[in-house]
Each structure stands twice: as C-alpha cells, then as structure tokens.
C-alpha cells in the first residue's frame, strides 16, 4: 500500500496537506474521515491513529499525525521544491517562528466562527455573544500582527516565495470567511497577498479544496449536515465550553 492520507476537507490543516500534496504531485490515496459524523472517534480509525485526529499520514508502517510534521516528512521524501521548506537554516527557522505563533495565536482563535455560526447550533448550543465579540477582536488583532511582523513588505509571510506558513496560514483565514465574516475587506496587503498564493497554487486547485467549508453555511440552512455521533457530541459541548 502506497501513501495514505486521512484527511476531512472542512479541517484547515487537512486542506493545507491535501493542497501541498496535490501541488507537488505526490500521488497519496485519499482516506476521508467525517469529523461531524464522529468517524474519527470510531473502532476503526483508532488503529489508524490513537490520538483520533486528521490530518493522519500512512505511509507503509508508519504513521504520522500533525499537519506541520506531515508537510515537513512529504517536503524530504518527496524532495519538494527549496522554497517550500527551505534548506537554509535562518529561512527555515523564519518558518518555524511563523509557526509557532499560528499555533499561539491562529489555531484556536480563527476556528471559533465556525462553531458559533455552525457546530454549536448543530447540537442546540449557542455561543454567547460576548465570547464572539471578544473573538473577533482576537481576530482582528492577530491579523494585524500577521500583516506587520510576518507580510510586512514581503511578498509572502517569511519571504519573497511561497513557503509552508503560506498555506497554513491561507486555510486557516478561510475559514473565517466561509462563515460570512471577508476579513480581507479593507486590508489591501493581506488581500494582495491571499491572491498571490492562490495564484501560484492554482485557483482550480484552491476551490476543489475549499467545496466542503465553503458550503457549510447553505448545507446548514437547508439543515442537511450529518447528525453528530453521540461520541462527538460530548467532545463538541467540551469544546465549545472552551471558548474564551
């Protein structure tokens, strides 16, 4: 068995692996885990990964999770281009600083959205308005500091070409905007810099990607989301209990 992926297209790192695979050619069978059908929960991915989360990499017998340590082992076993995660160590440390503050500061806080306006109301929970309104200046803020410490002049967020952060960073805001909220209105830099990732992916390739998230707002108007297992259930009230 060659590579696998398990990836479910509305998780932003599942993009991000899916697109970077895709870009560079790297042939890889497609395993899709339904987190909203709690699949990822269930006997049968245990095995696959017992830390229950996508994006999960199998490649033979050996299993890897988290989408930045998947990006790094595809960059070195399919000799991707330099840019991408390059061998100079001050560009590549550029890289890792990036993401390191996307886990403090992108991670948790632009996924919010998503759950106020789709997955809380799913199982009958609201999201009070105060904690959306303390999230949208999380937003706004971190995006400020995205596009003065890390765009800055640049034509991309550690250098002048695409690199990992660019992707991670791309998805992440998308989903921001599926739920309604263009966060790139009025902020000409980042919306310069948005179209010239989606350029250099190819446009095709970013709207195959985004089809699951960008239809969740409709699919849940016409409420045909799947119903969440009883197992995800409690994982989605725990989650939601923690937002700030």
């Given at each position: 068995?060659?590579?696998?992926?398990?990836?479910?297209?509305?998780?932003?790192?599942?993009?991000?692996?899916?697109?970077?695979?895709?870009?560079?050619?790297?042939?890889?069978?497609?395993?899709?885990?339904?987190?909203?059908?709690?699949?990822?929960?269930?006997?049968?991915?245990?095995?696959?990964?017992?830390?229950?989360?996508?994006?999960?990499?199998?490649?033979?017998?050996?299993?890897?999770?988290?989408?930045?340590?998947?990006?790094?082992?595809?960059?070195?076993?399919?000799?991707?281009?330099?840019?991408?995660?390059?061998?100079?160590?001050?560009?590549?440390?550029?890289?890792?600083?990036?993401?390191?503050?996307?886990?403090?500061?992108?991670?948790?806080?632009?996924?919010?959205?998503?759950?106020?306006?789709?997955?809380?109301?799913?199982?009958?929970?609201?999201?009070?308005?105060?904690?959306?309104?303390?999230?949208?200046?999380?937003?706004?803020?971190?995006?400020?500091?995205?596009?003065?410490?890390?765009?800055?002049?640049?034509s991309f967020l550690t250098?002048?070409?695409?690199?990992?952060?660019d992707i991670m960073a791309l998805e992440?805001?998308?989903?921001?905007?599926?739920?309604?909220?263009?966060?790139?209105?009025?902020?000409?830099?980042?919306?310069?810099?948005?179209?010239?990732?989606?350029?250099?992916?190819?446009?095709?390739?970013?709207?195959?990607?985004?089809?699951?998230?960008?239809?969740?707002?409709?699919?849940?108007?016409?409420?045909?989301?799947?119903?969440?297992?009883?197992?995800?259930?409690?994982?989605?009230?725990?989650?939601?209990?923690?937002?700030?």
């Amino acid at each position: 068995m060659g590579l696998e992926l398990y990836l479910d297209l509305i998780s932003q790192p599942s993009r991000t692996v899916y697109i970077f695979a895709k870009k560079n050619g790297i042939p890889f069978k497609l395993r899709t885990v339904e987190l909203l059908k709690g699949q990822h929960l269930s006997k049968e991915f245990f095995p696959v990964n017992s830390l229950q989360r996508v994006p999960t990499l199998k490649d033979g017998d050996f299993v890897l999770s988290q989408s930045v340590a998947i990006l790094i082992y595809l960059s070195f076993k399919y000799q991707t281009a330099d840019h991408w995660y390059p061998s100079d160590l001050q560009a590549r440390v550029r890289i890792h600083e990036y993401l390191g503050w996307h886990a403090d500061r992108i991670r948790g806080t632009f996924g919010v959205p998503l759950w106020a306006k789709v997955l809380a109301p799913l199982i009958g929970v609201q999201v009070p308005e105060e904690k959306v309104k303390h999230n949208r200046t999380n937003i706004d803020n971190a995006l400020q500091h995205l596009e003065d410490k890390f765009l800055g002049h640049r034509s991309f967020l550690t250098s002048q070409q695409v690199t990992l952060a660019d992707i991670m960073a791309l998805e992440e805001l998308m989903q921001v905007v599926a739920v309604g909220y263009n966060l790139f209105e009025g902020r000409p830099r980042l919306a310069a810099w948005r179209e010239r990732v989606e350029a250099f992916l190819g446009i095709d390739l970013c709207q195959e990607v985004r089809v699951p998230i960008l239809n969740i707002l409709e699919e849940a108007a016409k409420k045909t989301l799947p119903e969440p297992s009883p197992e995800f259930y409690t994982n989605m009230l725990h989650r939601i209990s923690r937002i700030p």
